[in-house]
């Protein structure tokens, strides 16, 4: 296992060295440059000339990728060009928002999509069967910023039960109530996507184990429904459910960006947002890195639980 | 394992690609309204010491108030700001030599005068008020204006600013409260380059000019000024904080705190502000109608000191002969645009100046909507219907497309309704948008490849025309539509030669007349710019180029 382990983190090396080289190829490819989209046009040609220098945006693209990739290895991943901030410590500062947001979302997700999926699952083809289909296809359908905006018209606006948006109130002290409530509707919406995919996994996992022989066994014994159901069937119904988790991370990223805008809630995701506009190279390409990262990471947490959670596999 | 690394490659490269497309096609936030401004700096904040109050009541000391900004802070050294976010909260913290009033005439703030200036207009002497005092207890004097300004003419100065002051030779100390500056040339202008917040020299000295907009120590974490506000903090993504500037030189300020809350965009400052988050915001015109809903709060709109204008790229065949362009502005109803599309809220335009400035033209060539008198102008430039009633000369067909920026409702509007306009006088117009990244890379030079576009000067104090409108300005400048005309040239040489504004106003009426009759753009509009603001905020007022204007006078009424 320990040697399995250590083999894959090598291969995360090239896997990473790839996603970056094709990363930096797509952003350089993007129309708009840093120069030209942050300075003041009217500054003089000369000066936007040496500002273009000393950022080395002359340089061809390999030579510049080669240069990044030398910083990163050295844990250097450069000052952001629209915020004159050094990339690590913007990221630094915004990720415990994110953690915190990614965090509560799939706890969310988890609690409440497991459960519909096995009883979805226990009584196929049931009423309740359809209703939670349908529910989850609807939630499957809805964009996540749309659901955003009519969360917060509904709850902040009408009722001003939640706030508009950010992680605190301002000026007030810190408390707990007051940041669950901030919390409460990006998680919801950011929960919502995963909540349905999850749920139809969960569903479909179950109906395979559920008509296993070792299911049929334990019910031919005489054990009660729910124990069959729980103590037999969810352990191994919820194998390739843990997968899935491993592989949501990596779409979080990318929901939380949508989310993190809507809800003007500083993260990393709203960070990336803002860079792709202002084409800030350095944190476009930081927080690219950190999603690649978090995707390998995923995947190789999703191996292993596998492992633990089954016995029979082995590596 | 390797087909599971491939999907999660594809996956990555998937949700870049994403993000990238998604960017094209949303609504931009607050950098679409970032026009390519022709800014000056950022004025200073304060107040002139008259006390008018604009409202009933008397103002009382204390209170909070949050105002909403839509855009990240860059920095808070006003020697290197770039940003509308970063200025609003620069002109809180620090004070300048002298400022703009609302009629946008130079007053002064920290100098207890306007400049004295030599004979032969080269040395600017500026008296300061004595018992101005930094933050830290500091007081401001001579030493800290000329350390302020010795920086701008360093060669090491990284900022946008060094073109401002390239006429400026040295920064002298007569006396602890007077300064003089000495020019290498005459530069009627020159005074209301004064506006920049002054730094503290004692606690900047040791930092080298090459490391100063990278040092965070002072420029986000502690800037220290004059003005009537303390920062206290900003907190990435949330919010600044500033308080009451307690040995404010013109008085304590009236409010004990203000904090400038960060927002997604101008929809969630809309939101914010609905729910009471908030006590103030820029109010888009887009957003007029929503506004004037609310009960707790209310609208203050004066003329934005900025144009709306479509620009021909008279580069290309189509835009090069005058009296087609002449014919475009005739065939565009501007007026029924106001209307329309800005809700009645703004002036037409004719020439590219501000109606609020001093160098206003009282008469210039206007080309009123006038269809027919379009035509029959495009007729004598040998343009006639073809066969599908789209004009044409040599087998050309009157046919281009119209270009602005993604996310900016107006501007597609107006797009749209151009082209109907043009469509009637038999000129085909495509009109599209697009990614403000993309829009800038297309018709910025090198590229200048476009027909015409939507666009806005935002402008500054002074009217110096030279930076849009001369012909050096083609290859490298501002001058992206390739206007070419010896005699603004010539004029826009010698307009900064002139002192006597009288004078000066005279050579610039003329730039003015000579653009008016050339119509290298049709002038749209003058728009209104409109601030929203709780009703319980009194002592506001508007200022055309400045949003945090005179905040120190602003109380809350509860």
Known sequence: ?315 | MTKKSLLVLLGMVMALMLVLAACGGSDEPASTDEDPDVEDPAEGEGEDGDGEEAASGEPQQGGSIVLSTSGEPVTFNPLYSQDSASADVIDLVHASLLQTDEELNLIPYVATDLPEISEDGLEYTYTLNEGVLFHDGEELTAEDVKFTHDIFINPDYTGPRAGDFDTLESVEVVDEYTVKFILSEVDASFDTRSGYGILPKHILEDVPVADLEEHMEYNRNAPIGAGPFEFVEYVDGQYIELVAHEEYFEGRPNLDKLTFRVASDSNAELLMFETGDTDYMILPATEYATAETYDHGRISSTLALRYDYIGWNNDRPLFQDPKVRQALTMAIDRQLIVDEIMDGKGEVAHVPASPLSWAYPESAPEFNYDPEGAKELLAEAGWEPGADGVLEKDGERFSFEILSNDGNVVRRDIGVIVQQMLGEIGIEVEARQMEWGAFLDQINPPNYDFDAVVLAWGLATDPDPTAIWHSREIENGLNNISYKNDRVDELSDQNKKIIDQDERAAVIAEIYEEIANDQPYTFLYYPEQHVLLSNRVEGFTHHPRVNMYKVNEWYITE
């Open chain 1, 1 to 315: 296992m320990t040697s399995y382990i250590i083999r894959r983190l090598i291969m995360m090396i090239p896997i990473l060295i790839g996603i970056s080289i094709i990363s930096f190829a797509i952003m350089y490819a993007a129309p708009g440059k840093p120069a030209i989209m942050n300075l003041d046009p009217e500054i003089s040609p000369e000066v936007r000339e040496a500002q273009i220098e000393r950022l080395g945006l002359n340089d061809p693209i390999p030579v510049q990728y080669v240069r990044w990739l030398g910083n990163v290895a050295q844990g250097d991943f450069g000052t952001s060009y629209s915020r004159k901030m050094p990339v690590t410590e913007m990221i630094l500062d915004r990720l415990p928002n994110t953690l915190l947001l990614m965090a509560s979302s799939l706890f969310l997700a988890a609690i409440i999509a497991i459960p519909f999926g096995v009883i979805s699952a226990t009584r196929q083809y049931s009423l309740t069967d359809y209703g939670v289909t349908f529910g989850s296809f609807i939630g499957l359908a809805t964009p996540n910023f749309w659901l955003g905006i009519m969360l917060i018209m509904v709850f902040s606006v009408q009722l001003g039960w939640t706030p508009v948006g950010g992680v605190a109130t301002i000026g007030a002290d810190f408390s707990i109530i007051d940041r669950l409530k901030h919390l409460l509707l990006p998680a919801l919406v950011l929960a919502t996507a995963d909540m349905a995919g999850l749920t139809r996994y969960t569903r479909s996992s179950m109906l395979e184990v559920v008509n296993q022989d070792y299911i049929r066994t334990a019910r031919a014994k005489g054990f009660r429904e729910r124990r069959v159901i729980y103590k037999h069937g969810l352990r191994n119904g919820l194998i390739p459910v843990i997968t899935m988790f491993g592989l949501m991370l990596p779409t979080m990223i990318g929901g939380s960006a949508i989310v993190e805008s809507v809800f003007g809630w500083p993260g990393i995701g709203k960070l990336f947002i803002d860079a792709t506009f202002q084409r800030d190279y350095p944190v476009i390409m930081a927080i690219t890195m950190f999603g690649a990262l978090l995707t390998v990471i995923g995947n190789l947490i999703a191996d292993i639980l596998y492992a633990v959670l089954d016995p029979r596999i082995e590596y």
